[in-house]
């Protein structure tokens, strides 16, 4: 049942961003269904959720930009130079 929970969860979250017209990144979504499930299942939360793991993919998810444009920054003015 917990997969359907995650599928419904995700689904009505892309529905309401889209519909919104709001930028939202897919992986995003599901990962934030997957603890939001995680953390309302009957288990407890310490036991459901890992929050070393969900700390490294949220600052992925922060360094993934910044890396990214300093690397667009680098290439445009080594192609402009």
Not at 7 to 31: C, D
């Amino acid at each position: 049942m917990g997969i359907r929970v995650v599928e419904l969860s995700y689904s009505l979250a892309s529905l309401i961003a889209s519909a919104q017209g709001w930028p939202v990144s897919t992986t995003q979504l599901a990962v934030g269904a997957i603890v939001g499930v995680g953390l309302v299942s009957g288990t407890g939360a310490a036991g459901a959720v890992n929050f070393k793991l969900l700390g490294k993919i949220f600052f992925s998810w922060v360094l993934t930009p910044a890396i990214t444009g300093g690397l667009s920054a680098l290439l445009f003015l080594a192609m402009h130079h």
